[in-house]
């Protein structure tokens, strides 16, 4: 079974850069695509962006394209994250899926998460 662990989190100020980073384990299949979301207070969980392993192919929301992005090594998947503002405020979570079909952009798409990593910006 994929298990996934995100770490990278942190309190920063608005404008500077922040690197997530989702560790994964376990049988990966060559449709397996790693997508990021977010989840702010009070708010349901938001699509950030994607990668299918096999390809390297990228699917970004239009809130972060140009901002983040989204890379892979070996076995851990980063998103990189600069000019981060206020509204980037949110806990961020990694999440895998191998189902073949479907959005990425749909949490209920994904069959494994990671736990999470807290992700602060302030003025």
């Known amino acids: 079974q994929v298990q996934l662990v995100e770490s990278g989190g942190g309190s920063v100020q608005a404008g500077v850069s922040l690197t997530l980073s989702c560790a994964t384990s376990g049988p990966i299949v060559g449709n397996y695509v790693t997508g990021w979301f977010r989840q702010a207070p009070g708010k349901e969980r938001e699509f950030v962006g994607a990668?299918?392993?096999?390809?390297?192919t990228t699917l970004y929301a239009d809130s972060v394209k140009g901002r983040f992005t989204i890379s892979r090594d070996k076995n851990t998947v980063y998103l990189e994250m600069i000019s981060l503002k206020l509204d980037d405020t949110a806990v961020y979570y990694c999440?895998?899926?191998?189902?073949?079909?479907?959005?990425?952009?749909?949490?209920?798409?994904?069959?494994?998460w990671g736990q999470g990593t807290q992700v602060t910006v302030s003025s």
């Open positions: 990668t299918m392993w096999e390809y390297g």
């Open positions: 999440a895998g899926r191998t189902r073949i079909g479907g959005s990425w952009k749909s949490p209920n798409q994904y069959s494994t």
